[in-house]
């Protein structure tokens, strides 16, 4: 169960990044609910490919975990439920109602859900109607070109939502514009279900904005990023020292390879880039690593790395 009294800490669904091994990662140092990546409910219905398909899976210690994803076909996406619901350890579902990329948009889906909320509205009461998981929640932007949290906050809520994470921009805002926490404060006032509050949220951040918004939880997305440390950070008010880093990184290291086998080494780069910003000799040991093919040599030059 997500205890919403103890003011939990989510990993945000975040493309291309928040799959199994980070996942795992986090959990071990703080994160308290995880979220895969957005998956397209089409993607699920009509491909059922074994990479779609790989992505509902979850690591052992993954609990709660929860499945987001997106669509505007109601059929379809009962039928990517149904698929959904064959799998077992999963918590909930997250419908997507935040996604700005336009060829999400022009399909009807992500934030274009914004923009209809008798649509959405149905669209949660579908997929509640097929579901066999616990919970249903709808993570949404503050609105499509202009704010409008309030009604779809409770637009949510009497759809039957069992809770919401709101991003505190507009779909117009894209990433680059300021967090509007007042606007998040707001949508917590205005309804009855736990409120997660998400956006430009980090270590130093995030006590001003439990307080500022009243929020039930934080969601932590793109400063998790090269520091999935920072839930332990948040929790302990301590900031993580060289060794725990390392140590950190090593675990994501070895979770890629044993996810994705050695494939896993080349995916992993991206990831390096982003620990090693800041860190005296990062140019090098970019230009290092991205020519690195052995698991063993990448692991010795990661470990001499991050000492």
């Known amino acids: ?3 919403f009294s103890k003011k939990p800490l989510f990993l945000a ?7 199994l091994p980070l996942r795992s990662v986090v959990k071990k140092f703080g994160c308290d ?4 990546e957005m998956i397209s409910a089409n993607a699920l219905v009509y491909e059922s490919s074994d990479k779609t398909l790989e992505m509902l899976k979850k690591s052992p210690n993954e609990e709660p975990y929860v499945v987001q994803i997106a669509g505007s076909d109601i059929e379809n996406l009962k039928k990517a439920v149904q698929i959904i619901n064959k799998f077992d350890g999963i918590y ?9 990329v336009p060829k999400v948009v022009r399909q009807g889906a992500g934030s274009a859900l914004l923009n209809d909320l008798d649509k959405l509205q149905s669209i949660i009461s579908a997929i509640k109607s097929v579901s066999n998981k616990k919970s249903l929640s709808v993570k949404f932007r503050l609105g499509f070109n202009d704010k409008n949290e ?3 906050a409770k637009a949510c809520e009497e759809a039957g939502a069992n809770y919401i994470a709101v991003h505190g921009r507009t779909r117009a805002g894209g990433y680059n514009a300021k967090v509007d926490y007042e606007a998040i404060a707001r949508v917590k006032a205005s309804v009855k279900i736990p409120v997660v509050a998400n956006g430009d949220i980090n270590a130093q951040n995030a006590d001003e904005i439990l307080n500022l918004t009243k929020c039930d939880a934080l969601m932590i997305g793109r400063a998790s990023i090269g520091s999935p440390w920072i839930f332990h950070e948040i929790k302990t008010k301590t900031s993580v020292d060289k060794a725990l880093k390392q140590k950190i990184i090593l ?4 979770a890629m390879i044993e996810h994705y086998g050695e494939h896993g080494l080349c ?3 991206k990831h390096l880039h982003q620990y090693s910003k800041g860190i005296d000799g990062a140019t090098t040991f970019r230009n290092d690593v991205n020519f690195i093919k052995d698991v063993t040599a990448m692991r010795e030059r990661i470990r001499e790395f991050f000492a």
């Open 251 to 254: 675990a994501h290291f070895d």
């Open 33 to 36: 609910v995880t979220v895969s």
């Open 1 to 3: 169960m997500i205890d």
């Open 267 to 269: 995916i992993f780069r």
């Open 92 to 100: 909930g579902l997250d419908l997507n109602c935040g996604c700005p």
């Open 13 to 19: 669904p975040l493309a291309g990044f928040s799959d």
């Open 150 to 152: 309030e009604k779809i």
